[in-house]
């Protein structure tokens, strides 16, 4: 069984940055597709940031492009935020999917999910 944890939420002021973090367990990170996916207040979920299980392609939501980067090392996935907006206030989940391409934006395409982290950004 694949656990995923996130960590690193926070308040920050709109312009800053942070970085939020989710350690993988139960599978070797090296086989599982992941991606950020956040949800703001009264909104859907939506595909932030993906990264396949290669690590060799990462993928990003046109909203994030130049101000995000997800990346990964051996047993923990990134996500680098920058440049942030109140827009960007959400609580952010980290989602694993056996081999994925890191490209899947659908959140059924995601088999295991966390239990999120909350980022906001004040104005």
């Known amino acids: 069984q694949v656990q995923v944890v996130e960590s690193g939420g926070g308040l920050v002021q709109a312009g800053g940055s942070l970085r939020v973090s989710c350690a993988a367990s139960?599978?070797?990170?090296?086989?599982?597709?992941m991606a950020w996916v956040r949800r703001g207040a009264g909104k859907e979920r939506e595909f932030v940031a993906g990264?396949?299980?290669?690590?060799?392609n990462t993928y990003y939501a046109d909203s994030v492009k130049g101000r995000f980067t997800i990346s990964r090392d051996r047993n923990t996935v990134y996500l680098q935020v920058n440049s942030l907006k109140p827009e960007d206030t959400a609580v952010y989940y980290c989602?694993?999917?056996?081999w994925g391409s890191g490209k899947e934006v659908g959140v059924s395409d995601y088999d295991y999910w966390g239990q999120g982290t909350q980022v906001t950004v004040s104005s």
């Open positions: 989602a694993a999917r056996p």
């Open positions: 990264i396949g299980w290669s690590g060799a």
């Open positions: 139960g599978r070797t990170l090296s086989t599982l597709g």
